[in-house]
């Protein structure tokens, strides 16, 4: 069970918009729209963005959004924000019954 | 307000099995898959396994099954995890998380683990 690639990091400027990509196989993001995503501040506990690949949470910003295409599942974050600074892990059901998280990207705000 | 609240640090020596304890406010364990997911220093978050919200089954990640057992005392709305053997590579951060695979809305705390000779 291997876990789910994602760019180490990404960065952009405020007001931009940044994309993290999470690539995984047919048995985990690609055959089940069951992708989850979450943000982690230092020292705190995740939470959840996105889940069900593209829906989002009540009190989540509508400039977080969500998609899918075949094993990659993508977040995006639209008009960066300095509050968006964190790491973010996508995580997926798998075959087995099993769950998967992502490797994790670090989001800069330059 | 809905709540998971952990218990406290632990430091135990090689060998050793440590039990970390996830107790819920409301109804939420009879409600939901509890998780549990844990992070070493530094690095990402890395799925241990899960228990059904009436606690007749688990399921776990192929490197802890056989180290790990998780339960749950519904009567007092606290759910446990139990790992055995521990090493070095086991430190880090251990969360209980409810239904982490359809957007996991209730997390733990946290409890650090620290396991050192």
């Known amino acids: 069970q291997s876990a789910l690639t994602q760019p180490r990091s990404v960065s952009g400027s405020p007001g931009q918009s940044v994309t993290i990509s999470c690539t995984g196989t047919?048995?985990?993001?690609?055959?089940?729209?069951?992708v989850s995503w979450y943000q982690q501040h230092p020292g705190k506990a995740p939470k959840v963005m996105i889940y069900?690949?593209?829906n989002r949470p009540s009190g989540v910003p509508d400039r977080f959004s969500g998609s899918k295409s075949g094993n990659t599942a993508s977040l995006t974050i639209s008009g960066l924000q300095a509050e968006d600074e964190a790491d973010y892990y996508c995580?997926?059901?798998?075959?087995?019954?099993?769950?998967?998280f992502g490797t994790g990207t670090r989001v800069t705000v330059l | 307000q809905v709540q998971l609240v952990q218990s406290g640090a632990e430091v135990k020596k090689p060998g050793a099995s440590v039990k970390v304890s996830c107790k819920a406010s409301?109804?939420?364990?009879?409600?939901?898959?509890l998780h549990w997911v844990r992070q070493a220093p530094g690095q990402g978050l890395e799925w241990m396994g899960w228990?059904?919200?009436?606690?007749?089954?688990?399921n776990s990640a192929p490197k802890f099954q056989g180290r790990v057992a998780m339960t749950k005392d519904t009567s007092i709305s606290t759910a446990y995890m139990d790992l055995a053997r521990l090493t070095s590579d086991d430190t880090g951060v251990y969360y209980c998380?409810?239904?982490?695979?359809?957007?996991?809305?209730?997390w733990g705390q946290g409890t650090l683990v620290t396991v050192s000779s």
């Open positions: 047919s048995s985990d993001v690609g055959g089940y729209n069951y």
């Open positions: 228990i059904t919200p009436n606690g007749d089954r688990t």
């Open positions: 069900d690949v593209t």
């Open positions: 998380v409810t239904d982490v695979t359809r957007g996991g809305k209730h």
């Open positions: 409301g109804h939420i364990l009879s409600d939901y898959y």
């Open positions: 995580c997926s059901y798998t075959a087995s019954d099993f769950t998967v």
